[in-house]
């Protein structure tokens, strides 16, 4: 039977004046439970008056905890708020886990003045017991419905690194480490992402080997150990993501190896076959341009001399021969195309691998390759040399605003490219009978793949000493694409509807 406003009142005041000897006044107390049976007068004041005196009737701790539980799913969003509110004060012992885990179901929640106090609640309950919070948020995550598993990895992936240290121990860290490796076996991409990010931002992974965790993670969910399907765009999506997370932990004591590796034994073999998961994405610079971030991260490789001609084979693919003089007009008809951005990409990731086996161009390429490869450079300079002029002159007098506009960004930004490739290919032609003359190029990586230059030959390109100009024809760059939200998954996971809470 539902208890009136009135008895409300009056079995409050039976309890407040009882202090030492509440416990002798359960049927007052029951009879506050059973005002969650009446009306919104009289559930407003059960939500305060319930957990107000709950550590004192141990014996009807699940029947207070179901009542206000009731009224946290109450269809009046003001009832609801307030039972949200004071759920913290029911969150001690053995019962917190058990709170931690309704209010991360409670996460699921549209009202966002409602989702605001869920989130202050398990905050709140987070500093008294971390490790017991966090049993109820990753129980949900690995057994509940998807938007509470969606909201509850989303809390952790925010909330965690505003966390004070004394909250944040070693055992704390150590728990969410092992808890996430578990739900790491079935997520979906953005999951991925946010998971990575909060082991990422663990005090204990900070260290090498807290690292080298990590890229196993990583590694384990890139599938390395499985050949690439090109056409496939979740698998290509899925290598994507992965080398992403994979990138900020490498370091000259965590290595790349085993993803430059993979991507020069399964990736560039396919590079024009592979499918993009978004259509804005230029997936062949973006492989390219990740595997020229990793390179300098590489340890020990068995597969070097492979790799090695695998990246020479490539590079010759995207540096054109000279158009033959003799074809006449079929020769001018053609119009070879200088991908830049690819060809540093390339050259630079060569040029890292080369370093650790500096006589491959004289002991592992034939006479007959390298006079071609010398004669593509060649070819590939002339136009780069026309190329920069242009954009020197396209920039020439501007400064301050002028070259904020984004047009002018990108040009700076291609003349930065440029000079790098032209760095390079003048080092080589100093003494291309070594690989040793490449070490002097070093660059920024950051810069690899700021844009896509790519910018069509014409076959009657000037001679080194021609007067004449050459007019790329005018066009758009891609612009930078490293901060790309890919946005797919890596697997399905099938929608639930939101059921009781319990």
Known sequence: MAATVEELYRNYGVLADAKEDLSKHKDAYQVILDGVKGGPKEKRLAAQFIPKFFSSFPELADAAINAQLDLCEDEDVSIRRQAIKELPRFASGE?????????????????????????????????????????????????????????????????????????????????????????????????????????????????????????????????????????????????????????????????????????????????????????????????????????????????LEVNLNMLFEKLLEFMPLPPEEENGENAANEEPKLQFSYVECLLFSFHQLGKKLPDFLIDKISAEKLKDFKIRLQYFARGLQVYIRQLRVALQGKTGDALKTEENKIKVVALKITNNINVLIKVTFMNSDSFKSLCCFMQSVEDIGATATTKKLPTNLPRRNARQIYNPPSGKYSASIGNFSYGRGFGGRGNRSRGRIY
């Open 95 to 303: 019962n917190l886990p058990r709170v931690a885990d309704i209010l991360t179901q409670l996460l699921q929640t549209d009202d966002s003045a409602e989702f605001s106090q869920v989130n202050t609640a398990l905050i709140s309950i987070f500093k008294i017991d971390a490790k017991g919070t966090l049993g109820g948020l990753f129980s949900q995550i690995l057994q509940g419905e998807d938007v509470v598993r969606e909201r509850a990895i989303k809390f952790l992936s925010t909330k965690l690194k505003t966390m004070p240290d004394d909250t944040m121990t070693k055992e704390v860290e150590d728990y969410i480490f092992i808890e996430t490796k578990k739900v790491l076996e079935d997520v979906t991409g953005e999951e991925f992402v946010l998971l990575m990010r909060i082991l990422s931002g663990l005090k204990n992974m900070q260290t090498v080997s807290g690292r080298q965790q990590l890229v196993e993670l990583v590694v384990e969910q890139a599938f390395l150990e499985q050949a690439l399907n090109p056409t496939d765009a979740d698998s290509v999506d899925r290598l994507l993501q992965c080398t992403r997370q994979a990138l900020p932990l490498f370091s000259k004591n965590v290595h790349s190896t085993r993803f430059v590796t993979y991507f020069c034994e399964f990736v560039l073999p396919s590079l024009s076959l592979l499918t993009s998961p978004v259509a804005e994405l230029d997936i062949q610079l973006e492989v390219l341009k990740l595997l020229a971030e990793m390179s300098p991260y590489c340890g020990d490789m068995d597969k």
